[in-house]
Nanobody
C-alpha cells in the first residue's frame, strides 16, 4: 500500500497562487498514476487533475484548465499541484490519490490510496 501526505494548503487572496505537494511512501510511487481531487463543504468530491506514471500525460477539470498545473518528481516520490489565479470557488479540501497501474484517471473509484487532505481557502 502507498501512504500519501499532502501539504501546502493555506488561506490566500483571490488572484493568488499556491503549490500543493503530495509526498508518497510505500508502494513504488513511480509506477502509479496519480490524481488531485477536492471537496468543498456540502459538495461531493470532484476531480481536479491527473497525471500518468511518467508525467508524460495529464488531464484537468474544465474549471481549473489553464490555471492549475500537475507535475511529479519520481526520484523525490512527490507530486505537485501549482495553482494560479485562485478563485473563491477553489476553496476546498484538496486530496491526492494514487492508483495501481500507471495510467491517469478522472474517476475517484479507480484510486486505492488517498491522503488526509489539505485545506485551501481563497478569500474574495
Amino acid at each position: 500500500q502507498v501512504q500519501l501526505v499532502e501539504s501546502g494548503g493555506e488561506l490566500v487572496q483571490a488572484g493568488g497562487s499556491l503549490r500543493l505537494s503530495c509526498a508518497a511512501s510505500g508502494r513504488t510511487f513511480s509506477y502509479s498514476g496519480m490524481g488531485w481531487f477536492r471537496q468543498a463543504p456540502g459538495k461531493e468530491r470532484e476531480f481536479v487533475a491527473t497525471i500518468t506514471w511518467s508525467g508524460g500525460s495529464t488531464a484537468y477539470a474544465d474549471s481549473v484548465k489553464g490555471r492549475f498545473t500537475i507535475s511529479r518528481d519520481n526520484p523525490k516520490n512527490t507530486m505537485y499541484l501549482q495553482m494560479n489565479d485562485l478563485k473563491p470557488d477553489d476553496t476546498a479540501v484538496y486530496y491526492c490519490a494514487a492508483r495501481r497501474g500507471g495510467s491517469a484517471s478522472t474517476f475517484p473509484s479507480s484510486y486505492d490510496a488517498w491522503g488526509q487532505g489539505t485545506q485551501v481557502t481563497v478569500s474574495s
